[in-house]
């Protein structure tokens, strides 16, 4: 939003951000709401819309994609399950083939001869261990952004949002929901709420209220997307970035 600020350091801004983290934690929201904070188009890839069975029809997705960007600067590309497009070559992820044409072509468009003015790109993933090294390089993805999931008061927000139309009862304790909520994501909150509503309509089809005994039954039937293991894995992840140390066995 401010290049002068960069200009005046003398420095050119980050090219690439890979956002990574467990699903459902707001990835794709975050890479949105940048680009409305800085006031930047936002172009928005779906990871597997971008592979062809044709030869060279996925590369020409790709430059396309960076036409426009560069055409309606500033802009942000915002590629969505980035592990699905740039997987480690020779993993055995995927067309082999037709990923490394993909890589190649995205390594050219981030940092060939053309350079990229006032368009940034953002990515998004759930598996950062599956993917190609070469991208993750300085000059291409500088940020590594672990997304972590909601905490505490995040988790309450989120119970105000999805009550919001809903007839509680006055012994509903959204702050101890919250509490005991470790471990949910938005999806998993919306789901323990639609929950709680339908228990209420099976005690009685004339219910008027939702009560906290609904809401206790819902958490017992609603479980955590994200579990304690998952999220050591991913925190070993932002280690080993920082680190740069060999790959984690994924546990998920």
Not at 36 to 52: D, Q, R
Not at 135 to 150: A, C, E, K, Q, T
Not at 165 to 184: C, F, H, N, Q
Request: aromatic fraction near 6%.
């Amino acid at each position: 939003k401010m290049p002068e600020a960069f200009e005046r350091m003398g420095i050119e801004p980050p090219k690439g951000v890979l956002l990574y983290g467990p699903p459902g934690c707001g990835k794709t929201l975050i890479a949105k709401a940048v680009a409305t904070m800085s006031e930047a188009n936002f172009i928005s890839v779906k990871g597997p819309e971008l592979l062809s069975k044709w030869v060279g029809e996925s590369e020409r997705a790709i430059r396309e994609i960076f036409r426009k960007a560069r055409t309606a600067a500033p802009s942000i590309v915002f590629f969505d399950e980035f592990d699905s497009i740039a997987p480690r070559r020779g993993s055995g992820v995927g067309d082999s083939q037709v990923t490394e044409r993909v890589i190649s072509s995205l390594l050219t468009e981030i940092d060939g001869l053309e350079a990229l003015h006032d368009v940034v790109v953002m990515a998004a993933t759930n598996r950062p261990d599956l993917l190609d090294p070469a991208l993750l390089r300085p000059g291409r993805f500088d940020r590594l952004i672990l997304v972590p999931p909601p905490d505490e008061q995040a988790r309450l927000e989120i119970f105000k949002i999805y009550i919001r139309k809903m007839p509680i009862a006055e012994d509903v304790d959204l702050a101890e929901l919250s509490r005991v909520t470790k471990g949910y994501v938005g999806a998993d909150i919306e789901a323990v709420c639609k929950e709680a509503a339908i228990l209420a309509l099976r005690e009685d089809l004339n219910a008027e209220k939702v009560y906290q005994r609904h809401f206790d039954e819902a958490l017992q039937r609603v479980h955590p997307t994200i579990t304690p293991e998952m999220m050591r894995w991913y925190e070993q992840m932002e280690k080993r970035f920082k680190q740069a140390t060999p790959p984690i066995e994924h546990v998920i």
